[in-house]
């Protein structure tokens, strides 16, 4: 956060001399338009981030009135929707198209959970995903942009796409500028020409929370830190009457200035504030000014948009009186509406057929590889869907900060050339996570552990992948993995991979009393070929492969009045067997999801040895599922699991064990273990209307659950599970679940637990 709010800061210093000194240069007067018997107007709109969707309600008010444009002018959200209204669409369908975005999730860092491959959604259940720092070129690096803008640029380029082949922005239905900042010289940008949804996410580039984007040589910023209400850009062009919409976010009181986040952002709107004031003193009498009454409605509020179209549309008729000075007879409006219309119907070109494909941003060989994933668009008619579909599997791999495409002719061919632009991420390929989880139950008992991650994408060119964990605290842990794809479309894959842990057990006897406590020593090597399910493993994958394992358990306290000998549990044994192993998750979330599933299913058999023993053979099968669904704000997470185990040394029974929270509550963890386990849970939550900014949501809920574990196939009964329940108020936060809750068993305890981490 520190490194985002030194951006802000810096770029507001930078900027604002310029701002507060200088008038914003001026744009180009070239190609001035037509003569006409109206006066010509412009539209020309602020930026305000959320606000901005008052636009298209203003923009239907002035249909509304009959208000024909001659030219529209931009900054940031409204350059956005002054485009698309440019580009052809109406007021009606610009509202149709916003209303039916999931603006919630458009800006996240990352792709959809459900998309992603199983490998990284593993991680979620072993570290945070919010908390990443890349390692690059001898440097810790932070990501360069709060949030994601690669929906957004998705979605630009679907609206956008019939203007691909235009040469100026003077050539769309109507005349449109765009304003960003160059934010290596702190002027003012006007972009007339090139790709429009570049143009339009380039003025858009929010400083710390969206990254700069480079464009024609240039890094493009917002154009709100230079000329957010651009007043005279229109003007340069010819424009003789200016409807000018200013949404941008009010100054915040003094409330808000007692920290960091609250002095910036309040520098950013006092930078934003002095260039519109110098804005609106450039109006006229003739001119009209408009000022939709947003109220508190922030910047960020994307998920009110429709509430932000109706003030903005019930502000514009309002004022309807003071459009009329504006407005035409309807024969004269019906005919500039058709020419816009007839415009955009020469600007649609048909899409054609891709005749080839061409990556940017990244080398040779690793366009080659990824190149062989798109082969299946060649020589077809291209289909923005598929498209789409691709850069969306592109994104999911998590290599990239930018992923986008554009379609350009090819003129021997006659086709079109898929041309997909990547930036690797800045902050890779190195990537560090931390990660965290806490138990205690306010009596004595809990445990502490700390994860630290480090991933190496890419390796090598064929896409190899390190993969290495520690973990500190109660458990000492390290793991390290290889993974190779076999293939450029890694249909197959093979990993290696090695496990060392040391731990401290409880067992317990009879009655759930305390027996003694070992350390667990346990060494894990193994090798498995692999399958995806679903396209790059997005559903899941199987897995093949060889194991074996060295463990040994020691003997550390007792408890006293036992006659339990050292060497009964003092235990080393080894095993060598073979895995197989399946895995397939469509949770939205790790940690509260509201719908889908994840499933697991593992075999492992083969040979023991135990020192001072025999060789057996061994046998092991674990399974477990959690199905969730929503009804409504109510969520219902169903999880079952069982396992069983021939023979295991007394040493090793915390394997297959529970206790714990949400793991039979009530009862302490590793409590009750067995050679075969049965458990059950429905858990049901809501999400809390409160937002305390750390956390991903707040929610409220309980559960109930029963299992039981038995040393013996012959104990094995459901007569005699074990019941346990609780009462939980939880978070998602971006170190983890959170959880404060009661637990109660009937045959354990009731109390108060607290948990972060995986429970």
């Known amino acids: 956060m520190s490194t985002r709010l030194l951006l802000i800061c810096l770029a507001a210093c ?25 006066p010509r107007v412009a539209l020309v709109l602020s930026g305000g981030g959320a606000r901005g969707f008052a636009h298209v309600g203003v923009i239907k008010a002035l249909e509304a009135a009959r208000v024909p444009v001659d030219l529209i002018v931009g900054t940031s959200m409204g350059a956005i929707i002054g485009g698309l209204y440019a ?47 890349g390692f690059r070129d001898g440097e810790f690096r932070l990501p360069t942009g709060a949030v994601s803008s690669r929906s957004l640029e998705m979605l630009l380029r679907r609206y956008t796409l019939p203007t691909r082949h235009l040469s100026s922005f003077d050539a769309l239905p109507t005349r449109f500028r765009a304003v960003a900042t160059d934010m290596e010289t702190g002027q003012e940008v006007v972009m007339d020409r090139g790709d429009l949804a570049a143009a339009l996410r380039g003025s858009m580039s929010v400083p710390g929370v969206f990254s700069p984007l480079g464009m024609d040589g240039r890094i493009l910023g917002d154009g709100g830190l230079v000329n957010n209400l651009p007043v005279n850009v229109a003007r340069a062009l010819g424009a003789e009457v200016v409807i000018a919409v200013n949404i941008g976010t009010p100054l915040a009181g003094r409330e808000t200035l007692g920290s960091l986040v609250g002095i910036t952002t309040q520098m950013v709107n006092i930078l934003t504030e ?62 500039w509406t058709g020419a816009r219309r007839t415009q955009a119907e020469l600007n649609a070109t048909r899409v054609g057929t891709i005749a080839g494909i061409r990556f940017e941003g990244v080398d040779e060989t690793r366009a080659q590889r990824l190149g062989v994933g798109l082969e299946h668009l060649k020589g077809q008619r291209a289909d923005v869907q598929l498209i789409e579909n691709d850069m969306e599997a592109l994104a999911a791999t998590g290599d990239y900060e930018r992923v986008d495409y554009r379609l350009v002719r090819n003129p021997d061919s006659g086709g079109e050339d898929l041309v997909v632009g990547l930036r690797e991420n800045s902050w890779g390929p190195n990537y560090l996570r931390v990660g965290l989880d806490l138990r205690t139950d306010f009596r004595g008992e809990g445990a502490f552990n700390l994860r630290i991650s480090h991933n190496r994408h890419w390796l090598t060119p064929s896409g190899t992948e390190w993969r290495n964990r520690v973990q500190l605290g109660e458990t000492l842990g390290l793991y390290s993995e290889i993974y190779q794809p076999l293939d450029p479309l890694a249909n197959t894959f093979v990993s290696a991979y ?33 399958w995806p399910i679903g396209r790059q493993g997005s559903v899941g994958d199987m897995r093949l492969g060889v194991v074996a394992s060295s463990r040994r358990s020691s003997l550390e306290l007792v408890q006293p009045g036992l006659n339990l000998q050292p060497d009964v549990l003092d235990v080393h044994w080894r095993e060598a067997g073979l895995r197989a192993a399946v895995m397939a998750d469509q949770l939205d979330y790790a940690n509260f999801p509201s719908r889908g599933y994840r499933a697991f299913g593992e075999v492992v058999v083969g ?10 053979s061994f046998a092991r099968l674990e399974g477990s599922y959690t199905g969730v669904r929503s009804v409504g704000e109510h969520t219902f997470n169903l999880g079952l699991r069982f396992a069983h185990a021939n023979n295991i040394p007394i040493g090793a029974i915390d394997e297959y064990s529970l206790g714990g929270f949400q793991n039979l509550s009530g009862f302490r963890s590793g409590q009750v273990a067995g050679n075969y386990l049965a458990f059950g849970r429905l858990t049901y939550y809501r999400r809390l209307p409160w937002n305390i900014g750390i956390a991903r949501a707040m929610f409220a809920g309980g559960s109930i659950e029963a299992g039981n574990a038995w040393l013996d196939r012959r104990d094995v009964s459901f007569r005699h599970l074990l019941a346990g329940g609780s009462l939980f108020v939880g978070a998602d936060t971006g170190i983890g679940p959170l959880y404060l809750s009661v637990v109660s068993a009937p045959k354990g305890f009731t109390g108060l637990y607290l948990f972060l981490g995986r429970p």
């Open 87 to 133: 580009s052809g669409m109406t007021g009606e369908q610009l509202e149709r198209e916003i209303l039916t975005v999931e603006w919630s999730g458009l800006f996240n860092t990352r792709q959809p959970r459900q998309v992603l491959s199983q490998r990284r959604k593993e991680e979620d259940f072993e570290l945070s995903p919010v908390l990443l720092v």
């Open 607 to 616: 040979k023991r040895h135990v020192r001072g023993g025999e060789r057996s």
């Open 14 to 38: 930078l900027a604002l001399p310029l701002a507060a000194q200088t008038p914003p240069t001026s744009a180009p007067a070239a190609d001035p338009l037509p003569p006409q018997p109206r």
């Open 274 to 335: 002095q260039n519109v004031k110098a804005s609106i003193a450039l109006l006229t009498p003739r001119d009209l000014l408009l000022t939709p009454p947003l109220g508190t409605l922030s910047s960020s509020d994307f998920d009110q948009a429709k509430e932000l179209v109706r003030l903005g549309n019930e502000y514009g008729r309002t004022v309807s009186a003071a459009l009329e000075r504006f407005s035409v007879g309807e024969r004269e409006y019906a005919a």
């Open 498 to 530: 090695g496990d060392l842990s040391v731990r401290k057990v409880d067992l317990y006897g009879e009655q759930n009393r305390p027996l003694a406590r070992i350390q667990r020593e346990s060494l894990r090597v193994g090798a498995d070929i692999g």
